[in-house]
């Protein structure tokens, strides 16, 4: 990987402050998407060691609750500082486990410090409430504490941003937390547990754990010590892990999976809506959950739009980023790959036809072609559910109260994209789509200042922003009588 710094790849956990290994000893291969080699290992820790975790996250939550919000943010602001003084290494670490391009995973290592630098400033400004009151003897006031020991369990998707979203705003409110990344994707999580024990986070205030999901899941939703469950990852393990937290009604926040209509219509800058699609949609390989999975058009710049979309994707270089300079890395693994396949086929089969790409590429592995197809119907497989790939299947529409119809047509409620000129659209658009983000005229919408979150089945709570901390707080009212 040539890191400048070898002591950020780590493959111990980091368990109330100290670096360890499974107490069976047993290791998972972490295994680099574009060449399928593997890269080190990481410890198979199981349900005893994650109850350590959460004992030392316990331990440790008195102390760090009863600094105040300036000594904690001071924490997080040198955190935040080694963070990008190490963002060349850090990234190098991403791509090698994760596959994105280098350039995609520098922009993510600063997107996840962002988190930590925002959170540790809005810790300061937790504010409470004085109410007037409904008795004259009696004073209302309300205050806001750290909801206390927290978990969190995160996806492969951002290695980095993932965690720092959540660990951000719960160290900055006063909370612990005990980390799962994903199997796929440890190191990166491993290091930032390496840069927060530099900066001087306290013992047990931040532990990563890795190992088998529903091991360590189970420990972390059943265990009563854990008071919130922070997840982002699929629909399916966000209702099963609501389930398990059902029985000691942890507080719950579920980023989860989405479907985000793409829309284009007769107005739009054209040259924009392409640029935008291409974001939108081809940001790590499609594998995220804001990503455009359906693009609808209106049939005046149907085929212009197609032509030059389509003359965009050509031009993406696919590769192995940690040799070549690529915009397009590997899928994650195999069923990721499978998934992509099985998407084209059922589109070719019902009527679909490709316009770009649609094979897998000649490099092998779990390279895929960036796949264009045009006249995609709302029967096809991938009207409904998310590929999570470099598949970009065009709609083509007639009116405005068509595509709202057909946008707001799933289970899925996160992010959606319009592109037009015309301000009463806007604002009937905006107002009609039932997604929890809505970007107009851009494809890119995630910032550390706004907030991020779903709708409907793609998940509840707030990332980022004044409302990512409030998911971190209890709210406690004070009746003082007797004045
Ligand atoms: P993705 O498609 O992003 O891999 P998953 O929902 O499968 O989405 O995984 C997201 C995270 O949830 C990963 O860290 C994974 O290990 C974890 N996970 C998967 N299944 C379970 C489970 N049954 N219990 C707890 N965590 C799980």
Same mark, same amino acid.
């Given at each position: 990987?040539?890191?400048?710094?070898?002591?950020?790849?780590?493959?111990?956990?980091?368990?109330?402050?100290?670096?360890?290994?499974?107490?069976?000893?047993?290791?998972?291969?972490?295994?680099?998407?574009?060449?399928?080699? @593997?890269?080190?290992?990481?410890?198979?820790?199981?349900?005893?060691?994650?109850?350590?975790?959460?004992?030392?996250?316990?331990?440790?939550?008195?102390?760090?609750?009863?600094?105040?919000?300036?000594?904690?943010?001071?924490?997080?602001?040198?955190?935040?500082?080694?963070?990008?003084?190490?963002?060349?290494?850090?990234?190098?670490?991403?791509?090698?486990?994760?596959?994105?391009?280098?350039?995609?995973?520098?922009?993510?290592?600063?997107?996840?410090?962002?988190?930590?630098?925002?959170?540790?400033?809005?810790?300061?400004?937790?504010?409470?409430?004085?109410?007037?009151?409904?008795?004259? #003897?009696?004073?209302?006031?309300?205050?806001?504490?750290?909801?206390?020991?927290?978990?969190?369990?995160?996806?492969?998707?951002?290695?980095?941003?993932?965690?720092?979203?959540?660990?951000?705003?719960?160290?900055? @409110?006063?909370?612990?937390? =005990?980390?799962?990344?994903?199997?796929?994707?440890?190191?990166?999580?491993?290091?930032?547990?390496?840069?927060?024990?530099?900066?001087? =986070?306290?013992?047990?205030?931040?532990?990563?754990?890795?190992?088998?999901?529903?091991?360590?899941?189970?420990?972390?939703?059943?265990?009563?010590?854990?008071?919130?469950?922070?997840?982002?990852?699929?629909?399916?393990?966000?209702?099963?892990?609501?389930? !398990?937290?059902?029985?000691?009604?942890?507080?719950?926040?579920?980023?989860?999976?989405?479907?985000?209509?793409?829309? =284009?219509?007769?107005?739009?800058?054209?040259?924009?809506?392409?640029?935008?699609?291409?974001?939108?949609?081809?940001?790590?390989?499609?594998?995220?959950?804001?990503?455009?999975? *359906?693009?609808?058009?209106?049939?005046?710049?149907?085929?212009?739009?197609?032509?030059?979309?389509?003359?965009?994707?050509?031009?993406?270089?696919?590769?192995?980023?940690?040799?070549?300079?690529?915009? !397009?890395?590997?899928?994650?693994?195999?069923?990721?790959?499978?998934?992509?396949?099985?998407?084209? #086929?059922?589109?070719?089969?019902?009527?679909?036809?490709?316009?770009?790409?649609?094979?897998?590429?000649?490099?092998?592995?779990?390279?895929?072609?960036?796949?264009?197809?045009?006249?995609?119907?709302?029967?096809?497989?991938?009207?409904?559910?998310?590929?999570?790939?470099?598949?970009?299947?065009?709609?083509?529409?007639?009116?405005?109260?068509?595509?709202?119809?057909?946008?707001?047509?799933?289970?899925?409620?996160?992010?959606?994209?319009?592109?037009?000129?015309?301000?009463?659209?806007?604002? *009937?658009?905006?107002?009609?789509?039932?997604?929890?983000?809505?970007?107009?005229?851009?494809?890119?919408?995630?910032?550390?200042?706004?907030?991020?979150?779903?709708?409907?089945?793609?998940?509840?709570?707030?990332?980022?922003?004044?409302?990512?901390?409030?998911?971190?707080?209890?709210?406690?009212?004070?009746?003082?009588?007797?004045?």
């Amino acid at each position: 990987m040539g890191l400048k710094d070898g002591r950020l790849f780590r493959e111990q956990c980091y368990v109330g402050g100290a670096w360890s290994d499974a107490d069976s000893g047993a290791k998972i291969d972490v295994v680099n998407p574009a060449t399928g080699q @593997a890269i080190g290992t990481v410890p198979k820790l199981g349900a005893g060691e994650t109850r350590r975790a959460i004992e030392a996250a316990k331990d440790a939550l008195p102390g760090w609750r009863k600094k105040t919000a300036k000594e904690r943010a001071a924490v997080l602001r040198k955190w935040f500082d080694l963070i990008m003084e190490n963002q060349e290494d850090l990234a190098r670490l991403m791509t090698a486990e994760q596959g994105k391009p280098l350039a995609e995973s520098r922009g993510e290592i600063a997107y996840a410090a962002s988190f930590i630098e925002w959170f540790g400033e809005e810790g300061k400004r937790v504010y409470g409430d004085t109410i007037p009151s409904h008795r004259g #003897d009696a004073r209302i006031v309300v205050i806001k504490e750290p909801v206390g020991v927290t978990a969190a369990i995160t996806p492969w998707n951002f290695p980095s941003a993932m965690i720092t979203r959540k660990a951000g705003p719960a160290l900055a @409110a006063g909370c612990t937390m =005990v980390v799962k990344p994903a199997t796929q994707t440890p190191y990166s999580a491993l290091a930032l547990a390496e840069l927060a024990e530099r900066a001087g =986070v306290p013992k047990g205030v931040l532990s990563i754990i890795t190992g088998p999901a529903s091991e360590i899941g189970g420990e972390l939703t059943a265990n009563p010590v854990v008071r919130k469950l922070t997840f982002t990852g699929s629909t399916d393990v966000g209702k099963k892990l609501m389930a !398990q937290c059902s029985d000691t009604l942890k507080k719950l926040t579920m980023e989860l999976g989405g479907n985000a209509p793409f829309i =284009v219509f007769d107005d739009a800058d054209l040259d924009s809506a392409v640029e935008g699609a291409i974001q939108c949609k081809f940001r790590n390989m499609g594998q995220t959950c804001v990503c455009a999975n *359906r693009i609808y058009v209106q049939s005046g710049v149907y085929d212009a739009f197609v032509e030059k979309f389509s003359a965009a994707v050509a031009k993406l270089r696919v590769g192995d980023a940690l040799k070549n300079e690529v915009d !397009q890395g590997p899928l994650i693994d195999q069923s990721g790959y499978d998934k992509v396949r099985e998407h084209i #086929d059922d589109a070719l089969s019902k009527g679909g036809s490709i316009v770009q790409g649609g094979k897998p590429h000649e490099l092998g592995g779990l390279f895929y072609q960036p796949t264009v197809i045009r006249d995609v119907t709302q029967e096809m497989k991938v009207a409904k559910e998310e590929t999570f790939g470099p598949l970009a299947p065009v709609f083509r529409f007639e009116t405005e109260e068509e595509v709202l119809a057909k946008a707001n047509d799933t289970e899925f409620g996160l992010a959606s994209y319009y592109f037009t000129r015309d301000i009463g659209r806007i604002w *009937r658009m905006s107002e009609g789509l039932e997604y929890g983000i809505v970007g107009i005229n851009t494809g890119l919408i995630s910032s550390e200042v706004a907030p991020f979150g779903g709708m409907k089945e793609s998940g509840f709570g707030r990332e980022g922003s004044k409302y990512g901390i409030e998911d971190y707080v209890e709210v406690k009212y004070l009746l003082m009588a007797g004045i």
